[in-house]
């Protein structure tokens, strides 16, 4: 493995951008994947860097110059052996980055990329990627030059990610952050369509590089907003901790927005008035002008003239919407808000804070109270989006494309949201609903009003009375509310149930077994606090379907961070 003092980092390299330039061509010549991580991540070995090096390759080197001119900066670089072809391109991220540290108009910075290729000692072709930002004489960007040179904050090592998708980008991030790497910036960048998260390298790093970068091809802002959230908490702790501090009010500012009505008097489109809307909705205009500013500030509304709009994300607050999360908005601002105050009391002795609380479980709770069942009901509901690519499933097309019509049991399926969902889908299947004697009334109005109840069989009972004879089975959003012994029983009760040939899946949110972030790891708090259950990562779930005789065979993604976890009878 080659030593780094021996092909400096620009940082390092004494001189100007020619000398910089040269000891960046060096480096890249000499460095490999496999050698180049352990140097910038000191801890780094065994399965994590195989895990790495597997997912992303070494790509280049970078720094950033400030030559007088394009023609300057092609004389340079063909002189340290780096010729290039073509014009370079604009670089959106480091533009923004210089714009930000120096408190100047980006559209002053006319910063490009250039890339001439080095052949490394392995074979494979990288290249030293060159931000160039023309400071002609006299320019009064001399100083921000002399700056950057001195500090070198764009010079970095990139790792391309190959065949990325959301989990693997989640997984990658959170491995360097385990390692020491600190988030620190990136972007997306249209004119090449590629996604920068940038890191700066631990304390002990041995690269002669501080920053670290990987790169994507696409857009992926999803993961980019994780990544650029942890940096911003990286620079301003006691700022950062103080807006989780208040995460309570945001809770209860939308419950009581959703409480009040006042997404229903709003539209998209045209602005309301605050005296307008304090009518409409009983409420104090000033009070009411506070509560939509604090709003405006997360995007729900936005201020527009002299009144407010409602955004596409207020509007699903609206009590109408089929997929109106307003259900849950009253629930976490109500009896979960509640239970969450006692989540010290869980921690301390294992026992849901629901039942500290309230002084009965929650299943118990909500079934003796109609308004809370109805409104827990509508809640479930409410995540129907999560559903929609369970139709098209192997196992629920085989069943409806099957020579005689299959049927699918949903088991503890509340009010038939999902059910609905995959009769309407597919007009041959039969559908047999397996729930609590008082949602059953709940769940044939429902399925009537959707045009799917005839195709479907209502059965009250618990979970030993699972219905036989059905071609797929499902659990959803079940097992996360149950402790392993209840969720051993309930599947033992499924396998008992189902024939030879049917499947059974299982709609969960799983918890990531890299440790990154996801709503898998908000609920699995939740469930402990409110029933004593818990979200699981996946190997657990195999392990519990082993104990009942079955055998997980697949997984798949579902919207919301979900997941449908396959699985059939052994043998």
């Avoid at 089929?322 to 601002?333: E, F, H, I, M, V």
């Avoid at 012994?485 to 709609?507: N, Q």
Wanted: glycine share 10%; net charge negative; with cysteine.
């Amino acid at each position: 493995m080659p030593s780094p003092t021996t092909t400096p980092g620009p940082a390092a390299a004494p001189g100007g951008d020619a000398a910089r330039l040269r000891a960046a061509a060096g480096f890249v010549r000499e460095q490999d994947t496999a050698g180049l991580l352990p140097l910038l991540l000191p801890g780094l070995d065994g399965p994590e860097l195989r895990m790495l090096a597997e997912r992303c390759r070494f790509a280049h080197a970078a720094l950033l110059v400030f030559p007088p001119g394009p023609e300057a900066l092609r004389t340079t670089l063909a002189a340290c052996g780096l010729p290039v072809d073509g014009p370079g391109r604009p670089s959106v991220v480091v533009r923004e980055r210089l714009a930000a540290r120096h408190g100047r108009d980006a559209t002053e910075l006319d910063v490009g990329i250039l890339r001439p290729e080095v052949t490394g000692l392995d074979g494979e072709r990288r290249v030293v990627e060159v931000f160039a930002l023309t400071v002609p004489p006299g320019s009064d960007l001399a100083r921000l030059a002399e700056h950057e040179r001195a500090l070198q904050h764009e010079a970095h090592v990139a790792f391309e990610v190959e065949h990325p998708d959301p989990l693997a980008l989640h997984g990658l991030c959170a491995t360097l952050v385990r390692h020491g790497a600190v988030p620190d910036g990136g972007g997306y960048n249209p004119h090449e369509d590629g996604t920068v998260f940038y890191f700066t390298a631990p304390a002990g790093s041995k690269a002669g590089y501080r920053r670290v970068e990987l790169y994507v091809h696409g857009d992926h802002q999803d993961v980019l907003a994780v990544h650029l959230d942890r940096h911003h908490r990286a620079r301003r702790p006691a700022e950062s901790l103080l807006h989780l501090l208040t995460g309570a009010w945001t809770t209860q500012a939308l419950a009581a927005f959703a409480e009040l009505g006042v997404p229903d008097a709003m539209d998209t489109r045209a602005p309301a008035g605050v005296q307008e809307l304090a009518r409409t909705a009983g409420a104090d205009p000033e009070s009411l002008a506070r509560l939509l500013r604090y709003l405006a500030a997360l995007d729900v509304v936005a201020e527009d003239g002299d009144g407010y709009r409602l955004t596409g994300t207020g509007e699903l607050l609206r009590a109408d919407p089929p997929d109106s999360l307003r259900p849950l908005a009253l629930l976490y601002g109500g009896p979960f808000y509640r239970s969450f105050a006692a989540l010290g009391h869980t921690v301390r002795t294992g026992q849901p804070g629901f039942e500290h609380v309230f002084g009965d479980n929650h299943f118990d709770h909500f079934a003796g109270d109609p308004e809370l069942a109805g409104l827990f009901d509508r809640s479930m509901a409410a995540s129907t989006r999560m559903f929609e690519p369970l139709a098209q499933h192997p196992a629920v097309v085989a069943a409806a494309t099957a020579s005689a019509p299959g049927t699918v049991v949903d088991i503890a399926g509340g009010t038939g949201e999902l059910l609905g969902h995959l009769l309407c889908a597919h007009p041959r299947l039969r559908g047999v609903l397996l729930e609590r004697p008082h949602v059953i009334e709940a769940a044939r109005r429902a399925l009537g009003a959707a045009g799917t109840a005839g195709r479907c069989a209502f059965r009250a009972g618990d979970f030993s009375q699972v219905p036989p004879d059905g071609d797929v089975y499902v659990l959803s959003r079940v097992l996360h509310d149950w402790d392993d012994e209840r969720c051993r029983e309930i599947l033992r009760h499924c396998a008992r149930a189902m024939p030879g040939h049917a499947d059974l899946l299982v709609v969960e949110r799983v918890l990531p077994d890299d440790g990154s972030a996801s709503l898998a790891t908000s609920w699995d708090l939740h469930m402990m606090c409110n029933v004593g259950g818990r979200e699981r990562h996946a190997g657990h779930y195999a392990r519990l379907f082993a104990d009942a005789g079955l055998t997980l065979v697949g997984r798949s993604p579902l919207p919301l961070e979900g997941s449908v976890l396959h699985a059939r009878k052994e043998g």
